[in-house]
């Protein structure tokens, strides 16, 4: 923890960013876990006769991953991406670690803003903008911004004339479970006629961004990609611009059972650097992780509201083949249209866990479920083809790593509640965030 000295903020004290009061944040004190604190939030409701889902967000596993992410990246500073949680707590954390913002909207910009984020930390990383937010970036002095496109840069002249640009180029995301570059980033054959634009409209272009998409799996894409953006580099040079600033974007995993592993993308993504931008370059490096820092810190407890035995369907005839006794359908009181709609495009990378199992799991019988959101729209589920043993209603399922693109994402359709955030930190950890800035 010792390294926390080095990148806690210096904007005003941890204890006063990241208080209590402020975002609600339960310090698990005496030795007590996570797991201790599930517990006594499950019984808590069971006494109140409420079956609210709700997330539990793990601080300490947002810290070690930034120490991880400092120790592994020395050269690239991180701007965290605020769209994938901006949950309070999450904020108040990255802004007590000191990372910057990539914000894509005014009231992303507005938020950081209202916790107190200098706007030099902030990089408006959306290459297609309302005129009026645009405004709203230069009136509160947000300056760096990204474009893609000649209309972009007309905008943003009659907008923000003094604004930072970075030119952010489409990349290979082909192996990206979010693939960003099919809506997003200029192709390197239009770049020289960009930046001869932004020249005849006297815009000042500092650098290049680039997205290998969300959730990549394939580290070569950001060696290739960062060799793209030195071609970038040398184009605007010839054009008379001195560029100074790289943003690698976002699409590091934030896990560890899936994917490729930090580390390993790290290094190609380090070996690429020192062989297109060595590091005696005047360079600053920049990143827009989201998925990495908060995907593995949030686990969701759902409540099963109600539950089908199917024993005899046409309809899923198949399904009763393969589990011949009977098939069952759980409705969680979270699904897609609450915090889980990105769950819902890869359910394989998801564990629903029964929380107590009455018995040991290993012995008892599984039968194939498939697990509904509580909405009245039959795309609200979850996932059909999960084998758990029998649940009943009011049993909870826990569901780790759920902190990237949930809680951001949710809506209160059919009125059904927003699933509520407990953050959690443990005492170690809170006293050496606190120590580490005195
Ligand atoms: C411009 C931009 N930057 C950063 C991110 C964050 O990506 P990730 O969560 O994969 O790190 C996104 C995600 O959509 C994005 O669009």
Redesign the pocket.
């Known amino acids: 923890m010792e390294e926390l000295a080095a990148c806690v903020t210096t904007n005003g004290s941890v204890l006063n960013v990241l208080s209590p009061e402020n975002c609600d944040i339960e310090i698990l004190d005496n030795g007590r876990t996570i797991n201790d604190f599930i517990d006594n939030k499950i019984k808590e409701l069971g006494s109140e006769d409420s079956e609210q889902p709700f997330y539990v967000a793990n601080v300490d596993d947002m810290v070690k991953k930034h120490l991880r992410w400092i120790t592994t990246l020395p050269r690239v500073k991180p701007f965290y ?1 605020l ?2 949680n901006s949950s309070p707590a999450v904020l108040r954390t990255m802004i007590a670690l000191g990372t910057g913002f ?1 914000c ?1 909207s005014k009231g992303e910009i507005q938020l950081a803003l209202s916790l107190g984020v200098s706007p030099d930390k902030i990089i408006y ?3 297609t903008k309302a005129r009026s937010y645009i405004k709203y970036a230069r009136t509160h002095g947000v300056n760096m911004m ?1 474009f893609d496109n000649e209309d972009e840069l007309v905008k943003i002249s009659l907008c923000h004339p003094t604004a930072r640009l970075v030119l ?1 180029i489409a990349v290979d995301d082909t192996d ?1 479970l ?1 693939r ?1 570059s099919l809506k ?1 980033g200029a192709t390197l054959g239009t770049v020289d006629k960009l930046l001869g634009r932004a020249r005849e409209l006297d815009l000042d272009v500092i650098g290049v ?1 680039f ?1 290998v ?4 799996t394939e580290s070569s894409a950001f060696k290739q990609a960062i060799a793209d953006a030195r071609h970038v580099f040398d184009i605007a040079s010839l054009l008379g611009f001195q560029m100074s600033l790289l943003d690698i ?4 995993s ?1 896990r560890d059972d899936v994917g490729v592993k930090f580390e390993e993308v790290s290094e190609v993504i380090n070996g690429a650097l020192d062989e297109y931008f060595p590091s005696d370059s005047e360079l600053e490096i920049i ?6 820092y908060v ?1 593995s810190s949030f686990t969701l407890a759902a409540n099963v509201i109600a539950k089908r035995v199917v024993l005899d369907d046409t309809e899923h005839s198949d399904i009763l083949e393969i589990s011949p006794d009977k098939m069952i359908m759980y409705y969680l009181n979270d699904g897609l249209y609450g915090s889980l709609s990105s769950i819902t495009l890869a359910p394989s990378l998801y564990k629903f866990v029964p929380y107590l199992p009455t018995a040991d799991e290993g012995s008892e019988q599984k039968y194939r479920s498939i697990i509904w959101g509580p909405t009245c729209d039959s795309i609200d589920k979850l996932t059909d083809d999960y084998w758990l043993p029998e649940l009943h209603v009011g049993d909870w399922l826990l569901i780790d790593n759920t902190g ?2 949930t809680v951001s994402i949710g809506t209160d359709f059919n009125g059904f509640e927003r699933t509520h955030i407990y953050p959690v930190v443990t005492a170690e950890t809170w006293h050496a965030l606190n120590l580490s800035h005195a």
């Open positions: 991406a769209k994938c990539d894509a990383a959306h290459t990204t952010r990206s979010r960003l997003f961004s997205h998409g969300s959730g990549c974007g976002g699409g590091f934030g990143a827009e992780p989201g998925r990495y995907e990237a693109y």
